[in-house]
Antibody, heavy 115, light 113 residues
Framework: EVQLVESGGGLVQPGGSLRLSCAAS????????MSWVRQAPGKGLEWVAN????????YYVDSVKGRFTISRDNAKNSLYLQMNSLRAEDTAVYYC????????WGQGTMVTVSS | DVVMTQSPLSLPVTLGQPASISCTSS???????????LHWFQQRPGQSPRRLIY???NRDSGVPDRFSGSGSGTDFTLKISRVEAEDVGVYYC??????????FGQGTRLEIK
């Protein structure tokens, strides 16, 4: 079964850091682009970042550039999102998804930025 | 950035009746490779989003055939031929042609009358 399982969310103070993980199973992870998408409470979907199959290319929405870093470990079938200098507006459920076309989604992990 | 505009934002529908959601992009979504990267997603209450339709009109595996997608250029439509109770939720269009950034429509909330 194709599956994506996110972890690492939680409560963090403004200016703090958090690292999200996404464990992939049931497919050849190294063959796919991977993405992070977020959803603020009661709001719509916002694409955050993409990473190429071999990790050689990464892309970000402007609001997180310079603060977030997407990475992957193909040997561990894992995707990551390092989030630094967190702001209240980063509060959201963060989903990992397979491919740039977001064919498969995980269940999400909640990140709350608050003092 | 490509702006995706959906209408209506709220869609009350009687069970068994058809439903239609429009999505308009601020620029043509035809890619230089000839494909149009316009996709549709469903998010049921309390669940993760799920892709229904990719590249305008291709249904994902397991998606009932009452769902269909159509359109070209800048104007796209998601249709449900006969709405069922399990179709309640929010529907989003998304483009993957002129990125970054990838952008979504605002979402259309489908409810049963």
């Amino acid at each position: 079964e194709v599956q994506l399982v996110e972890s690492g969310g939680g409560l963090v103070q403004p200016g703090g850091s958090l690292r999200l993980s996404c464990a992939a199973s049931g497919f050849m992870f190294s063959s796919y682009w991977m993405s992070w998408v977020r959803q603020a409470p009661g709001k719509g979907l916002e694409w955050v970042a993409n990473i190429k199959r071999d990790g050689s290319e990464t892309y970000y929405v402007d609001s997180v550039k310079g603060r977030f870093t997407i990475s992957r470990d193909n040997a561990k079938n894992s995707l990551y999102l390092q989030m630094n200098s967190l702001r209240a507006e980063d509060t959201a459920v963060y989903y990992c998804a397979r491919e740039r076309a977001l064919a498969i989604w995980g269940q999400g992990t909640m990140v709350t930025v608050s003092s | 950035d490509v702006v995706m505009t959906q209408s209506p934002l709220s869609l009350p529908v009687t069970l068994g009746q058809p439903a239609s959601i429009s999505c308009t992009s601020s620029q043509s979504l035809v890619h230089s490779d000839g494909n149009t990267y316009l996709h549709w997603f469903q998010q049921r209450p309390g669940q993760s989003p799920r892709r229904l339709i990719y590249k305008v009109s291709n249904r994902d595996s397991g998606v009932p055939d009452r769902f269909s997608g159509s359109g070209s250029g800048t104007d796209f439509t998601l249709k449900i031929s006969r709405v069922e109770a399990e179709d309640v939720g929010v529907y989003y269009c998304m483009h993957g042609t002129l990125w970054p950034p990838i952008t979504f429509g605002q979402g259309t909330r489908l409810e049963i009358k």
